[in-house]
């Protein structure tokens, strides 16, 4: 069975400064691995994703996530947020060569201060 | 070009009473999901299909049914409500090809209240 850990469940940051959202995963298979955002009462909209390659993934909006297959992690990162950062943040993976089918954390809700 | 709708936006029902939630895509995206999302436990899948004609069960299907007569269109059922169906339900499609193979687009969810 496959299952991600997001270990933090808020995060304040202060505008301008850098920011780390972690997320680990565990599976016995091969996965792909997402990060999606969500702003208020909207859906989920894809930053980025690993499928293969380059363990650094650049995404929208100036973040990037780093693939560490040895740690199993997948951790998100900016180095300079903005207010229009705030969100909820959900890191989720898929099995490779499946149906898509996503699993999801529990989410990181990034505050921006002012 | 519109991508992932959902209907309807809101909706309340009593204990027991039935609805049916519409899904709707115009990317002609082969997969359809069916997602429920609730405080501090992210999204889960309800049901999925992968086309025409065929579904499948996720990881949170009892009490849901779904159908998926039109590639373009994917129905999630609530036959007899419960409280514990309470939630935000998202829509999401993706297709099996191509550069945004893997990736998810999701609709703007629906906020069901079951009293």
Same mark, same amino acid.
């Given at each position: 069975?496959?299952?991600?850990?997001?270990?933090?469940?808020?995060?304040?940051?202060?505008?301008?400064?850098?920011?780390?959202?972690?997320?680990?995963?565990?599976?016995?298979?091969?996965?792909?691995?997402?990060?999606?955002?969500?702003?208020?009462?909207?859906?989920?909209?894809?930053?980025?994703?690993?499928?293969?390659?380059?363990?650094?993934?650049?995404?929208?909006?100036?973040?990037?996530?780093?693939?560490?297959?040895?740690?199993?992690?997948? =951790?998100?990162?900016?180095?300079?947020? =903005?207010?229009?950062?705030?969100?909820?943040?959900?890191?989720?993976?898929?099995?490779?060569?499946?149906?898509?089918?996503?699993?999801?954390?529990?989410?990181?809700?990034?505050?921006?201060?002012? | 070009?519109?991508?992932?709708?959902?209907?309807?936006?809101?909706?309340?029902?009593?204990?027991?009473?039935?609805?049916?939630?519409?899904?709707?895509?115009?990317?002609? =995206?082969?997969?359809?999901?069916?997602?429920?999302?609730?405080?501090?436990?992210?999204?889960?899948?309800? =049901?999925?299909?992968?086309?025409?004609?065929?579904?499948?069960?996720?990881?949170?299907?009892?009490?849901?049914?779904?159908?998926?007569?039109?590639?373009?269109?994917?129905?999630?059922?609530?036959?007899?409500?419960?409280?514990?169906?309470?939630?935000?339900?998202?829509?999401?499609?993706?297709?099996?090809?191509?550069?945004?193979?893997?990736?998810?687009?999701?609709?703007?969810?629906?906020?069901?209240?079951?009293?």
């Amino acid at each position: 069975a496959q299952s991600v850990t997001q270990l933090d469940s808020q995060v304040p940051v202060f505008e301008e400064a850098p920011v780390e959202l972690r997320c680990n995963y565990s599976s016995s298979v091969s996965v792909y691995l997402f990060w999606y955002v969500q702003y208020p009462n909207q859906g989920l909209q894809l930053l980025l994703k690993y499928l293969s390659g380059s363990t650094l993934v650049k995404g929208i909006n100036g973040f990037e996530a780093e693939f560490n297959k040895s740690q199993t992690s997948f =951790h998100l990162r900016k180095p300079s947020v =903005h207010i229009s950062d705030t969100a909820e943040y959900f890191c989720a993976v898929t099995l490779e060569g499946g149906a898509n089918n996503l699993f999801f954390g529990t989410g990181t809700r990034l505050t921006v201060i002012p | 070009n519109a991508g992932v709708t959902q209907t309807p936006k809101f909706r309340v029902l009593k204990t027991g009473q039935s609805m049916t939630l519409l899904c709707a895509q115009d990317m002609n =995206h082969e997969y359809m999901y069916w997602y429920r999302q609730d405080p501090g436990m992210g999204l889960r899948l309800i =049901h999925y299909s992968v086309g025409e004609g065929t579904t499948a069960k996720g990881e949170v299907p009892d009490g849901y049914n779904v159908s998926r007569l039109k590639k373009q269109n994917f129905l999630l059922g609530l036959e007899s409500a419960a409280p514990s169906q309470t939630s935000v339900y998202f829509c999401a499609s993706s297709s099996t090809w191509g550069d945004t193979a893997d990736t998810q687009y999701f609709g703007p969810g629906t906020r069901l209240t079951v009293l």
